[in-house]
């Protein structure tokens, strides 16, 4: 019988005890669903501000289901069939794609990653010509942080890229093996750029025969370091001459071509 007497002052837990920290789990997790689903509404609506805001300025907008998932990890905003085509003043090029999805971590809106599913059909006008061409890649992604005052840095990674020419003039690059591309604007105006191509391989018919001939179909590395200056009145019009009489100038930081026999490098800066 002493074995089931108990110390003075010693008292079992109570039931209310035990089921606090499950409790407050649950509450935690409802006021956590609450935010993620209202958060998931501010998406998409600025996804659809954002389209009107486009559509506004020329450009054509068009995609089957768009919903936002990745409860509770992240906030996903997932496309099917986006098409996207520019005004005539801007190229009116028409992309397509078979899936579009854009990421984010829950406490960073500002941080988007952005995946491009299957492959993109793209039509452009080329040396004067309508063109159609098919991308495809094993990997394609985009990283986008941006601000208040816009996108401030940008990455592009490609691994294992197919271009076939469907109609039309054919595409100087028919593959390659990886691209990275990054682009960083700073308070300055600057905009430094880092470029890096590895085993980029011609289309046929593409290089003057005396060129194939001494250094082959296919570029094994193609590598660019450096910094646009006077960036926004480059990227307002695309005014090359506003651009100069603005004090823009290219530095290139490195640059580095390996193709066949041939390597190359240099530095320098650049101004018209």
């Known amino acids: 019988m002493m074995g089931f007497l108990r110390p003075a002052g010693d008292t079992a837990p109570s039931r209310a005890r035990m089921i606090a920290p499950f409790a407050i789990l649950l509450v935690v997790l409802a006021i956590y669903t609450v935010y993620w689903m209202y958060a998931a509404g501010q998406v998409r609506g600025w996804t659809q ?5 486009q559509e506004a300025v020329g450009y054509d907008i068009d995609h089957a289901r768009m919903r936002v998932g990745g409860y509770p990890l992240r906030f996903t905003l997932d496309v ?14 028409q992309a397509r794609f078979d899936r579009l999805s854009a990421s984010a971590m829950p406490w960073n809106f500002n941080h988007w990653i952005v995946t491009l599913g299957g492959p993109m059909t793209l039509a452009v006008e080329a040396d004067g010509a309508p063109a159609l061409y098919r991308a495809d890649a094993a990997d394609a992604r985009l990283s986008i942080n941006s601000s208040g005052e ?37 308070d ?9 191509a590895q085993n980029v391989r011609f289309s046929a018919g593409t ?6 001939a001494a ?4 570029a094994s590395l193609v590598r660019f ?6 960036w926004s009145a480059l990227a307002t019009e695309g005014d090359a001459r506003d651009w100069a009489r603005s004090g823009g100038e290219l530095r290139i930081g490195a640059a580095q071509l ?14 018209l």
Do not use: C, H, K, Y
């Open 258 to 271: 390996v193709w066949g026999p041939a390597s190359l490098g240099g530095t320098g800066e650049i101004q």
């Open 207 to 212: 290089l003057e025969p005396e060129l194939a």
């Open 49 to 53: 501000r954002w389209i009107e805001s």
């Open 225 to 230: 370091d450096g910094a646009v200056t006077a």
């Open 188 to 196: 300055a105006d600057e905009l430094s750029t880092r470029f890096e």
């Open 215 to 218: 250094f082959g179909p296919t």
């Open 80 to 93: 099917a069939a986006p098409e996207i085509a520019a005004p005539q003043g801007e190229g009116g090029w």
């Open 150 to 186: 816009g996108t401030q840095r940008i990455g592009i990674e490609l691994e294992n890229l197919v271009i076939d020419t469907i109609d039309g003039p054919v595409s100087p690059v028919m593959a390659m093996q990886r691209l990275d591309l990054t682009g960083i604007l700073n």
